[in-house]
């Protein structure tokens, strides 16, 4: 009974104050909740609810909070015309150092979160209060390149989903964070970590895996969301008699590195998902991997029930600066337009074709040293006197990328994609080094550019049929905060200064901030409860929520 | 150090439960912390002499300190040369991976595995690192050139350094202390600062988790009264900034409340040519940084 009257409540506020535009939406949310009687709270989100994450624009259902990878909010009741008026609600502290990289999820009120050293917790989302916490005991020699880092969970069922700094997949229980099964997914001695938020299909949980300092060999893995059994592997190296194997120098593919660490992306109507992938290793020394070393920063167009490849495109061929491919892969669709849009860490904004994986176009998003051509389809190539050097020779984007694995947004409603870019240069040298398992395997240096160039950053806004820039906000210095859109005409993102920005989405005006102590390693998210929109954003060890007053 | 950590783990794992086998598991992780405990409490480097290791420890180095430390650990911008013999946080091996393994508070020396750039380091791999480092290091310290009496004159008297900085509690406020700089800095830094400042702006503020310092860079502002003063930026962020006028006095400012801000990156230190200090003289200043930097 109490349940009922408090879902009549949030049915009733929610109606009442959001705007026009998603009235339709929430009446969909409605009549889902419960047929004929009083609405339950939906204890089991089923793979159609991911399917119709659009119908519940209150939750945030998975990392990028939808398949299509947009990071976009369909709640207005935040606004141009109030966003100056937004408070903080409440802060979760995780108390723990480094880098806090979580996009949390929310589901019917309950708020799903990871943080620092494979911590889990669900909150009350109205209060900030834990409901449980989870982590990991991790061995002392876990491996991982950057950060003891994880940046979310997937929910499917009565689970979440969790992948380690060790390399496993647990499912938890979403009422308790009892543990319900824990699958090694590979040895991490080998240098092998997850650090992504899971991306469940139907009944699967699909990860990859972290490790391209450490000469792993790359994959991405599905397993049963109720057993923990592995369903596919599809090694991002091919093996011998695979195609893509010649592209790799003799035995360089058994340590080839692309690793897939960014949460992929799913068109149903093609029952395709799309997952992107890093350097080859080691990262900054070609010598001894001739070749294109597929596939490295690629983008993969995968079956989600077999992993067979459909398709892809590679991105950085025969990579020597750490350009990873793995930023979100974003689906847009313009009319007829399928596409698949990704501004990639080597400075350019590419634009594919999904359907068939043809690039329509590249064009540079940051500044650019590495290349100063294209091929026939309009594919960058490589200058060949961008190679590092054991001197060292200086090269934009730098080793950090033009941007990284911080999430872009699409607007359908400006039909803008907004990136953060970064504006950094670097000397890239190189050295032979020899392959040890486990070890950490660069074969490189790199360092700032030293010509008191200072380095700087921006939230771009590009066109997506155009490639060009309609306006940008400057950051003093590079950043490491995704971007967030919603349908109020917002765009949010953080800053390395430790702001958190609301943006008027169509000209890039700010109107409103908040000095958060620490900068913003994380990407922002949004969900409403009791009928009341809240954007939440990671910063320091500390998780943030707002809301209007 | 070794007694708290084996302790965490003691009640960590073996706090509650009383049963007999969970003891004796107890009693054997307890043995394995301690032989962790043991080998991090280790104050010789296993590797010592090893011409290998110090190979190996070298593309740790590259990957890890030379961000810093420069190619060659012959001190870049941000991190000092660590071929020198001194090092000022400890000399002996057990220093050396204190250092490296928990950073130096205070500055922009991040502990193992916190930073961006590189991976963390095994205990082996830091022993390796120590292992290079010792192999590319001075045998001995270097006796320090020049008149180390007049360095402090000139620092004090005609060279005007003190106006602006500071050594030991004594002397200006607008640039950075130099108490440390002689022993953080390379002399090769050390002399490009003083002959050309804005080449490299000196580094400020660092603030935890943001990946780059703020620099001593020359603002400008202007107020809606009009008023105008000209200093060094303390800090700043995309919608305000706290500076440090001439006058010694901060100033912390809303910048959308200003007429106008003008930041430049032509340093307020003057440059020194021969003409204002020889290099003989120059000599001497620096040999001044690095006897008080040694202390």
Redesign the interface.
């Known amino acids: 009974m109490k349940r009922q009257t408090i879902l009549c409540t949030i049915k009733s506020r929610f109606l009442a104050s959001l705007g026009m535009r998603n009235l339709i939406a929430s009446a969909l949310v409605v009549s889902t909740m419960g047929t004929g009687g009083a609405p339950l709270i939906k204890a089991q989100v089923t793979g159609q609810r991911l399917l119709d994450s659009a119908k519940e624009p209150q939750n945030w259902l998975m990392y990028s909070g939808d398949y299509a990878g947009r990071r976009f909010s369909a709640l207005d009741q935040i606004k141009t015309s109030n966003a100056a008026m937004l408070v903080p609600k409440w802060v979760y502290q995780t108390m723990a150092g480094g880098k806090f990289e979580t996009t949390p999820l929310v589901v019917d009120g309950i708020l799903y979160g990871t943080g620092q050293d494979n911590r889990a917790f669900a909150l009350d989302a109205r209060s900030g209060r834990p409901i449980w916490q989870y982590q990991r005991a991790l061995a002392a020699d876990i491996r991982p390149c950057c950060g003891r880092v994880n940046r979310g969970l997937a929910i499917l069922g009565d689970k979440v989903f969790l992948g380690t700094l060790d390399a496993h997949v647990i499912a938890l229980d979403a009422k308790t964070g009892s543990v319900v099964w824990d699958v090694t997914a590979v040895d991490y001695r080998q240098g092998y970590s997850i650090t992504l938020a899971p991306l469940a299909i139907k009944n699967l949980v699909l990860i990859g895996v972290s490790g391209g300092e450490y000469g792993i060999r790359g994959f991405i893995d599905a397993y049963d969301a109720g057993t923990g059994e592995r369903k596919w592997r599809f090694y991002t190296v091919p093996g011998p008699g695979e195609p893509g194997h010649e592209t790799w120098e003799g035995e360089s593919w058994k340590i080839g590195g692309a690793p897939a660490w960014i949460t992929g992306t799913y068109d149903p109507a093609t029952n395709t998902t799309f997952w992107t992938t890093g350097n080859p290793s080691p990262s900054n020394r070609g010598e001894g991997r001739a070749g294109d070393n597929l596939y490295s920063n690629s983008l993969l167009a995968l079956e989600p029930e077999t992993g067979k490849l459909k398709w892809y495109f590679q991105f950085s061929k025969h990579d020597e600066h750490d350009y990873d491919a793995t930023q979100v892969p974003v689906l847009v669709d313009q009319g007829e337009r399928h596409l698949i849009v990704q501004a990639n860490r080597n400075g350019f904004f590419y634009v594919i074709d999904r359907n068939n994986g043809k690039l329509l176009f590249a064009n540079a998003f940051a500044k650019v040293t590495w290349s100063d051509s294209k091929d026939a389809s309009g594919a960058p190539i490589a200058r060949k006197d961008a190679s590092p050097t054991l001197e060292g020779n200086r090269v934009c984007p730098g080793a950090a990328g033009a941007t990284n694995w911080m999430s872009p947004t699409y607007d359908p409603q400006t039909q803008l994609f907004y990136v953060t870019a970064r504006e950094q240069c670097d000397v890239f040298s190189t050295a032979p080094q020899a392959y040890e398992a486990g070890h950490a395997y660069y074969g490189s240096a790199y360092f700032p550019n030293d010509d008191a160039e200072p380095f700087t950053g921006a939230l771009r806004a590009i066109d997506p049929n155009t490639g060009k820039m309609k306006w940008e906000w400057k950051h003093p210095s590079p950043t490491w905060s995704g971007v967030l859109s919603t349908a109020g005409g917002l765009i949010f993102t953080g800053d390395a200064e430790g702001n958190f920005i609301a943006l008027e989405a169509a000209s890039g005006r700010a109107l409103w901030h908040f000095q958060c102590g620490a900068s913003v390693y994380s990407s922002p998210m949004s969900f409403a409860i009791d009928g009341k929109q809240y954007v939440a954003v990671a910063a320091g060890s500390a998780l943030f929520s707002f809301a209007l007053p | 150090m070794s007694i708290p950590r084996t302790k965490f783990w003691r009640d960590k794992f073996c706090g509650r439960e009383r049963n007999l086998p969970f003891l004796f598991a107890c009693a054997a992780l307890v043995a394995c912390a301690g032989a962790?405990v043991a080998l991090r409490a280790q104050d010789k480097n296993p590797f010592a002499g090893d011409p290998r290791a110090a190979k190996?420890g070298?593309?740790?180095?590259?990957?890890?300190c030379?961000?810093?430390h420069?190619?060659g650990a012959r001190g870049?911008?941000r991190g000092p040369d660590l071929t020198r013999a001194q090092k000022r946080h400890g000399n002996s091996d057990a220093d050396l991976f204190r250092t490296i393994n928990e950073g130096v508070p205070g500055t922009a020396m991040p502990p193992n595995?916190?930073t961006?750039?590189?991976?963390?380091?095994?205990e082996e791999?830091i022993w390796q690192v120590i292992s290079y480092i010792r192999s590319v290091q001075a045998k001995a310290p270097a006796q320090i050139v020049g008149n180390v009496a007049h360095g402090k004159e000139l620092f004090y008297g005609s060279a005007a350094c003190s106006t602006c900085h500071m050594i030991q509690g004594k002397g200006g406020r607008l640039g950075p202390d130099l108490s440390t700089t002689g022993s953080a800095r390379s002399t090769d830094y050390l002399v490009e600062s003083v002959r050309n400042p804005?080449?490299?702006?000196a580094q400020g503020i660092s603030?935890?988790?943001?990946?780059?310092s703020q620099?001593y860079e020359t603002v400008t502002a202007v107020t809606a009264d009009r008023t105008k003063y000209v200093g060094v930026v303390l800090n700043?962020?995309?919608?305000t900034v706290q500076m440090m006028d001439t006058r010694e006095q901060l100033h912390l400012f809303e910048k959308n409340k200003l007429r106008s801000l003008e930041k430049s990156?032509e340093s307020l230190m003057p440059a020194y040519d021969q003409k204002t200090l020889s290099d003989k003289d120059l000599q001497d200043v620096i040999a001044y940084l690095l006897a008080v930097g040694g202390q």
């Open positions: 962790v190996v070298e593309s740790q180095f590259r990957a890890n030379a961000f810093c420069g190619l870049g911008g595995g916190a961006q750039q590189g991976v963390g380091m095994t791999e804005s080449r490299r702006l603030e935890a988790m943001k990946e780059f620099e700043e962020d995309h919608f990156r």
